[in-house]
């Protein structure tokens, strides 16, 4: 047997961040990314570039040496690449049977429902008269959202009225993006559980933490959640496993949740690495890449122990400086852990991010925020 | 600015090791690989292929975009890529005023006695009455070493007269190496003590460790060393700074040294990462492989704290197996972290490590000890 080969469709961060624990544990990563100035293309072992709607591209990806697995760092994979892989007797982890229920927001809110998860109210929006029922039926405001291509408050938006929606709305009726609405959550708080599931069943799970946004995007991670009940935290541990394991979900697999004044309410699904659980790689005996790419080749998983109270991770959301730097965060922190994704800096962009470990939640997410806010920014404190 | 480049000159698995954080810290990894099947020739972010001692090899590794900074990952650097490298303008670290202390060890353990610091009785071999007399002064039996090249164990050599040492005395009055020998110290165990110190003057140590050997090779490394008294590891702590410090070193410097029942005495040094420190990767909440990035760089050091009581490094020396595999371990510890070198596998060869962190140093010693065991012969304990 030879050193096994990966293949990842998506040359961003999350497959950069793959790329140290395909290193250790001896596997050769293959990526797919858009560009040879993608993230992952300096990191990865060997790079294939193209999108994954090229079949060519796609062809020199699954090309002999044959990988022993294919994967994603995101959920736009077209239904031809399964086809591809199938044609060429490459697994595809996750398969098109799990995946779809993160690609397509209807599909997830209509399995969740059939398991007796715990949704929000919803429905699917085909007409401006099923989007006026339902604010008519929900206080007035709702949640509107594509079911494809959305991410980091993308493709969602807040309506009070179907003529705010008129755009999408015209979009959809000839062929556009078919849209669901859902009720206005009354959240504390959002949290996210992640968990790791390899194809023979076996399911490992992380401490819950708790997600922080900002304009729709994640801003920080407090690993565990502050506060959290140890019974809500056994909950939504039990939601993600049975998610991962009703669905066949191989790899990782993050479930964003609402935390409500009652209880948990389903959020998102996303069947790969997640910005919820970059605080793992130096949080977790096992970082969620590691334990990705063990999930998907079916080895045994890792330990999911956390080796420090608290960890924090804060995003650097791009600002106006061209070029980043981690040593003025190392500078005044000799301690926080810079990641810098090699990405063009554009305003809000997530270019890098800063985790720090400690023992108070306060403290160490004023350092971590602090640190990343330095890498923004410049300067030392 | 644009971001920095690292040249490194060496393409096995330490080399392999600095890609990780180079990646984090948005550095670019230019390395000199023997080959293109080196240990780092898959992980580098960009490589050069040939020999230190090739002058084109190093024009091509020191072409434009210039490196910042070259540095190395073994000591076997001729005093050409010196030249070299100021000619480009391009800084060397470890410099070679301080480097040649660690590539010859009679400049070594005279540069120690200048400084006061612990030595065994160890004398210059310029002939076999040189050593008959010093084996007469110390016991009848010594250690004779060549100044040069020596490594896990090569070019050491025990003697009870010189007539066991004539083709090493033949060689040396022939233009072969220099040779010193040195009084065998009555050791209870081996100690390492690693640091690192930046060109601007900033130093940090990290806690003492146990470096257990089989056959003169490194077999397991505990940290921290267990029941070492707080008094002996400062001790060791204070030696190793004052080395980094007086011999103007920049990176990671390993002092290997003896315990014995009255105190420590010098043994090695390494001025690049060093078996002694690999545990700092995830024992650490900065590795030596970071560590060394960031002081050859100039930038601000890390912070150097163990991230749980314990951490044991047990490295794989190979087997009969031609390919290695981590998942056995991992099958039988979750929490054992695998470390392949994607190097051939010949019986002895250092070809990975595993790292085990816990809260017990026998408990912790056992796990990291059967999971290389695992890892070595394959098939779950």
Redesign the interface.
């Known amino acids: ?3 096994p080969i990966v293949a990842v469709i998506g040359g961003g961060q999350l497959a ?1 961040m793959m ?2 624990p395909a ?4 596997i ?1 990563l293959r990526v797919l990314v858009e560009s040879d100035q993608a993230s992952a293309a ?2 990865a ?2 790079t294939v570039v193209g999108l994954p709607t090229d079949p060519d591209a796609i062809e020199r990806l699954l090309a002999a040496p044959r990988p022993d697995v294919v994967t994603w760092e995101h959920e736009h994979i077209p239904a031809d690449v399964f086809e591809a892989c199938e044609k060429a007797g490459v697994p595809a982890r996750p398969g098109l049977e799990a995946l779809r229920f993160a690609q397509d927001k209807i599909q997830m809110r209509a399995r969740m429902d059939e398991l007796g998860l715990p949704n929000p109210a919803w429905r699917e929006v085909r007409s401006a008269a099923d989007l006026e029922a339902f604010l008519a039926d929900n206080g007035g405001t709702a949640v509107l959202k594509t079911a494809r291509g959305g991410y980091d408050g993308k493709g969602v938006r807040i309506v009070s009225s179907a003529v705010e929606a008129k755009d999408w709305l015209d979009a959809s009726a000839n062929g556009g993006p078919r849209l669901l609405v859902e009720a206005k959550v009354p959240f504390t708080r959002e949290l996210a559980a992640q968990v790791a599931r390899r194809p023979s069943g076996e399911v490992r799970t992380w401490p819950v933490v708790e997600s922080i946004q900002r304009d729709g995007v994640c801003s920080e991670v407090i690993s565990p959640a502050p506060q959290l009940s140890a019974e809500r935290a056994a909950l939504a541990q039990e939601v993600a496993a049975r998610i991962a394991t009703e669905l066949g979900v191989t790899g990782v697999l993050a479930v964003e949740l609402f935390e409500t004044a009652d209880g948990l309410i389903i959020n998102e699904l996303a069947m790969r690495p997640h910005n919820s659980g970059h605080w793992t790689i130096e949080g977790s ?2 970082s969620q890449f590691e334990q990705h790419l ?1 999930a998907v ?1 079916d ?5 999911t ?1 956390p ?2 109270p608290v960890t924090v991770m804060a995003n650097v959301l791009g600002g106006s400086r061209s ?5 003025h965060a ?2 005044a922190d ?2 926080a ?6 990405k063009g800096v554009r305003p809000g962009r997530k270019v ?1 991010h800063v985790t720090v ?1 400690g023992t108070d939640s306060e403290q160490t997410y004023a350092r971590a925020v602090a640190a990343a806010t330095i890498v923004r920014d410049g300067g030392a404190a």
Do not use: I, Q
């Open positions: 047997m030879t050193p950069r790329t140290p290193t250790a544990l001896g050769t300096c990191a072992h060997e005996v096992t063990r080749l080895l045994p998983l890792g330990d122990a080796l420090a070029h980043l730097e981690g040593s190392e500078a000799a301690g852990k810079v990641h810098l994704y090699g890098g470990t």
